[in-house]
């Protein structure tokens, strides 16, 4: 290749300028990397504290939100699901007076949120769920697991289209 281009030899040895700029990038690579990290990790558990986010993810508390509007409002609902997945801006004064009142800015991905109401579903359709104490307790709730079913395709109409087919193949395969 080299003498079909003309050149002699190709020479690999980098100058030192070349090893300081790969080193250079090295770390502006690793920096990015650390701070992706950190951004999937809020991206996950929100804005709320340590402790209440550890101890229950945010998908499942956006769940329970969702269970808790009105069965007849559906603009609310698709709004709140557009709102829960949607990143929240970098601090605005907005979201730092909510945080402040006392609310918390949290968020998902779509898919985390449809993983969270098939979990849902299962404790519903199931008929037991975890108490706080560890003990398991009978509720079975018809209307829950109608709500959870509802809110299926609200959730997917926000997933991109790959992820959607993904869904609907993992739940043809019974993965869920």
């Known amino acids: 290749l080299a003498e079909a281009r003309g050149v002699a030899a190709l020479q690999f040895a980098l100058s030192r300028e070349g090893v300081a700029l790969q080193l250079k990038q090295t770390d502006d690579l690793d920096a990015a990397l650390r701070s992706s990290r950190r951004g999937s990790f809020a991206a996950v558990a929100g804005r709320a504290p340590a402790a209440a986010a550890l101890s229950r993810p945010a998908a499942a508390r956006i769940v329970d939100l969702l269970l808790a509007m009105p069965d007849d409002d559906t603009a609310a609902l698709e709004e709140t699901v557009r709102e829960a997945v ?27 949120l449809l993983q969270a109401i098939d ?8 008929a037991v769920a975890p108490t706080d104490g560890g003990i398991l307790q009978l509720y079975g709730d018809a209307g829950a697991a109608a709500r959870l079913h509802a809110l299926k395709p609200v959730v997917l109409a926000h997933c991109e289209p790959h992820v959607q087919e993904s869904y609907a193949h993992a739940v043809k395969q019974d993965f869920f």
């Open 86 to 112: 949607t990143p929240p801006e970098e601090a605005t004064s907005d979201a730092d007076e909510a945080l402040e009142e006392g609310y918390e800015a949290v968020w998902t991905t779509p898919l985390l």
């Open 119 to 126: 979990a849902r579903l299962r404790d519903v359709e199931g």
